[in-house]
């Protein structure tokens, strides 16, 4: 009648394939994140700041950070990077989660480099992780509309 044959996939396929793609995106992203340079402080975009006060007119930009963390030192190098004459109307914080955990709880952050947009007091965006200087300027793009 029917000759239905089924696809068996052994489990030794299985797992190496997921090594093998595990990887492959390791070794392109990973390269990219290890070519951005370590900004631990400065700048001129980003203002250290223990509060915030997000009644003013614009967007404001607020990024939560780790003074230890590599990762969080290269965002801070990528946002660093952005044209500040572009930025007007723009206000950028950064704000150390250590020193500031109830800002922590408050935004319900899940993980750190985070950087939060907001337009008035309304939160309207969330980006997590490294992010490129050139998608930077696509966000704050973005955000003067």
Not at 96 to 125: Q, V, W
């Amino acid at each position: 009648m029917y000759n239905h044959q089924s696809f068996y996939l052994r489990p030794r396929y299985f797992l190496t394939a997921i090594l093998l793609f595990t990887l492959l995106i390791g070794a392109f992203t990973g390269e990219n994140v290890r070519n951005i340079p370590l900004l631990q402080e400065g700048g001129v975009v980003l203002t250290e700041s223990n509060e915030i006060d997000l009644h003013k007119k614009g967007t404001t930009f607020l990024y939560f950070y780790r003074k230890d963390s590599k990762l969080c030192q290269k965002m801070r190098y990528n946002i660093e990077q952005l044209n500040v004459e572009n930025l007007q109307g723009i206000h950028f914080y950064a704000m150390d989660i250590e020193e500031n955990m109830e800002f922590f709880y408050k935004y319900n952050i899940s993980g750190i480099p985070n950087l939060l947009i907001f337009n008035g007091d309304a939160e309207a965006k969330r980006v997590m992780g490294i992010v490129s200087t050139a998608n930077l300027e696509k966000i704050v793009k973005r955000a003067q509309q």
